[in-house]
C-alpha cells in the first residue's frame, strides 16, 4: 500500500511577524485554508491522521480547523495529482494576494516567487508492505521532521506580501475572510473581544481588565503513550481521532458561551482568543471547563491524554507575536517534564501594561487549582483595597510566613498560619473578609504541600527556602490576579 504524507508551514515563522490582533487570525487561519485546498481532491481517502469529516469542512465560525500534517493511503496518479494541486493553489493564492494588494501587472511575477519560495509544503510518497498504520505514522512523520528540519529560509524579508495582506485593511473583504464566516461582519469582533462584557451590557464599568485579552495554547499530553496502549489493545488509532473530534464540537460550544474566540482546533491543538472576565466567570474558568471536557472524552482509554495549557493576559495593544509566543513559552513550562512530570498543567502570564508580570502556575489535578478556581468565583468582588492590604502585608512578612511553613508538624504549621494571619487582621473592619482569608491560608497550606511532593527530602536549607519561597509567591500571583480583575481602568 502506497501512501502520500505532507506538511506545511512556515506557521510559527509568520506567525510571529504579525502585529495586530486580525493580523494573528489571518495569518493562523491561512494555513487551515491552504490545507484544505490542497487536500480537497483526496478528501475520500482514508485517512490515517487527521480524520478527515465533514466537521472540518463545513465550519463557518472564523476557526481553522484543518492541521499542517496529513497522511492519507494513496492510490495511482494521487502523487501527481498533489503536485498539480500544488502549483494551483500557489497561482490561486497568488491571484488573490495581487488582487488585494493592488499589485502591478509588473510586480506579480516577484510577488509568484515569493509565494512559492516562502510557502514551505513538503511531500513524498512511499510504498509499505506488512506494517501496522502506527508503522507508517512514525516512520512518514520522522521522515517530514527531518524535511522541516532542512528548510531553509531568507532571515528578512524586505516585502513580505502575506503580512502586508494580514494586516491590510482590504482583509475584511478578501478571500479568506469570505472562506471563514457566513456573516462577515462577525469577524471585527475580534478586535472588541477585551470588552465584550461591556459591548453585551453584563459589566456597566469600565474596568482594567477590559483593556486586556487572554491568549489561550492547549496541546495534549501523553498522545503517543495513548496510541501505543491502543495498538496493543488491537485497537485502532481511529478511535482517538473521533473522540478528538467529539472534543472539537464541544470545545467550539463551550468557548461560544463565554464569549471566546477559536482560532484554531486540530485534534488536541487550539489557539484561543479570550476576554479575562465574561458576567461571573473569568478566563481561568474556561480552561477548567475545557480540560474537564477533554478528561470527559478521553475516559474510554487505558492510558488517558490530558490537556495542558498555556496563557498570556496582555495589554489589546501588546504586540500580537510577542504575544502568541510568550503564550506558546507558557505551554512549553506546562509540558515540562522535569517540572510537571504528569503535565496536565496551566501555566499563565499576566503581562501588565506597566511592564509588570507574573506568573500563575497549576498543575489541574491538585488541590490548589479548585482552591484558586473558588477564590475566583467568591472573592473577585472583594474591595480592591482589601486585596491590596493584604498583598503588602505578605510582603512584609515573607520572612515569618517561611519560618512557620518550615515548621515539620503539620498541626503546628497549620495551627500557626492561621494564629498569625488572626493576630494580624484583629479589627472590626476584617470581619467581614474572614472567610476570604480563611481561604488563603487553605491555599497557602495546600500549595506548600504540594511544592514539598515535588522535593520530599529536605537536602539543604536553601532547598527549603525555596519551597517555602514558591508557596508564597504562588499565593502573590493569585492575589496579583484577583486585584486586577477587580481594578477599575482609572485607578
Known amino acids: 500500500m502506497k501512501y502520500i504524507a505532507m506538511t506545511l508551514g512556515p506557521i510559527c515563522r509568520l506567525t510571529s511577524e504579525v502585529r495586530s490582533i486580525k493580523a494573528l487570525w489571518a495569518s493562523s487561519y491561512f494555513f487551515s485554508y491552504l490545507a484544505k485546498n490542497l487536500i480537497a481532491p483526496f478528501k475520500e481517502r482514508k485517512f490515517i491522521l487527521p480524520i478527515v469529516n465533514d466537521f472540518m ?47 502591478s501587472e509588473e510586480e506579480k511575477e516577484s510577488l509568484g516567487n515569493f509565494v512559492r519560495r516562502y510557502l514551505k509544503i513538503y511531500f513524498f510518497e512511499k510504498d509499505y508492505e506488512d506494517v501496522t498504520e502506527a508503522d507508517v505514522k512514525e516512520d512518514c512523520y520522522s521522515i517530514l521532521d527531518l524535511l522541516e528540519m532542512q528548510d ?17 485593511t482590504n482583509l475584511y473583504r478578501s478571500f479568506l475572510v469570505k472562506d471563514a464566516f457566513d456573516e462577515i461582519k462577525r469577524f471585527q469582533a475580534l478586535d472588541q473581544l477585551s470588552e465584550v462584557e461591556k459591548s453585551e451590557r453584563l459589566n456597566q464599568m469600565d474596568m482594567m481588565y477590559h483593556n486586556y485579552i487572554a491568549i489561550i495554547n ?15 489493545e488491537g485497537r485502532s488509532i481511529t478511535e482517538l481521532s473521533k473522540k478528538l473530534l467529539d472534543f472539537g464540537n464541544d470545545a467550539v460550544i463551550i468557548a461560544k458561551e463565554y464569549a471566546a474566540r477559536i482560532i484554531f482546533i486540530g485534534g488536541d491543538d487550539i489557539l484561543i482568543f479570550a476576554p479575562i472576565k465574561y458576567g461571573i466567570r473569568t478566563v481561568f474558568g474556561l480552561l477548567n471547563d475545557l480540560g474537564k471536557k477533554f478528561d470527559e472524552h478521553m475516559e474510554s482509554f487505558s492510558v488517558r491524554p490530558t490537556l495542558s495549557f498555556g496563557m498570556t493576559v496582555t495589554y489589546k495593544k501588546f504586540p500580537m507575536g510577542e504575544a502568541l509566543k510568550l503564550s506558546q513559552e507558557m505551554l512549553g513550562k506546562s509540558k515540562d517534564k522535569s517540572i510537571h512530570p504528569l503535565k496536565n498543567t496551566i501555566t499563565s502570564i499576566l ?66 498560619l492561621k494564629n498569625y494571619f488572626n493576630n494580624s487582621f484583629n479589627e472590626d473592619i476584617h470581619d467581614s473578609m474572614r472567610e476570604f482569608l480563611n481561604s488563603l491560608i487553605d491555599y497557602l497550606l495546600i500549595i506548600y504541600q504540594e511544592c514539598m511532593q515535588k522535593s520530599p527530602e529536605r537536602q539543604t536549607d536553601h532547598s527549603q527556602r525555596e519551597v517555602e519561597e514558591k508557596a508564597i509567591e504562588a499565593l502573590y500571583a493569585i492575589l496579583r490576579f484577583i486585584h486586577f480583575i477587580k481594578t477599575k481602568k482609572d485607578e
Open 57 to 103: 469542512w463545513e465550519g463557518k465560525e472564523g476557526i481553522g480547523r484543518f492541521p499542517d500534517r496529513y497522511l492519507f493511503e494513496a492510490l495511482p496518479g494521487d502523487f501527481e495529482c498533489l503536485k498539480e494541486q500544488v502549483n494551483k493553489v500557489e497561482k490561486s493564492i497568488t491571484g488573490y494576494l495581487a488582487e488585494n494588494l493592488n499589485v
Open 152 to 168: 531553509s529560509y531568507t532571515l528578512h524579508e524586505p516585502n513580505n506580501y502575506l503580512i502586508r495582506f494580514f494586516e491590510d
Open 218 to 232: 492547549a496541546d495534549g499530553d501523553r498522545m503517543s503513550d495513548t496510541i501505543s496502549r491502543l495498538l496493543d
Open 351 to 416: 503581562q501588565k501594561h506597566s511592564g509588570q508580570s507574573s506568573v500563575i502556575e497549576f498543575e489541574k489535578d491538585k488541590k490548589s487549582f479548585g482552591i484558586f478556581l473558588n477564590l475566583l468565583e467568591q472573592y473577585s468582588d472583594q474591595d480592591s483595597r482589601i486585596l491590596t492590604s493584604v498583598s503588602h502585608w505578605l510582603g512584609n512578612n515573607k520572612v515569618i510566613l517561611s519560618a512557620i511553613l518550615n515548621q515539620k508538624d503539620e498541626k503546628i504549621r497549620c495551627d500557626s
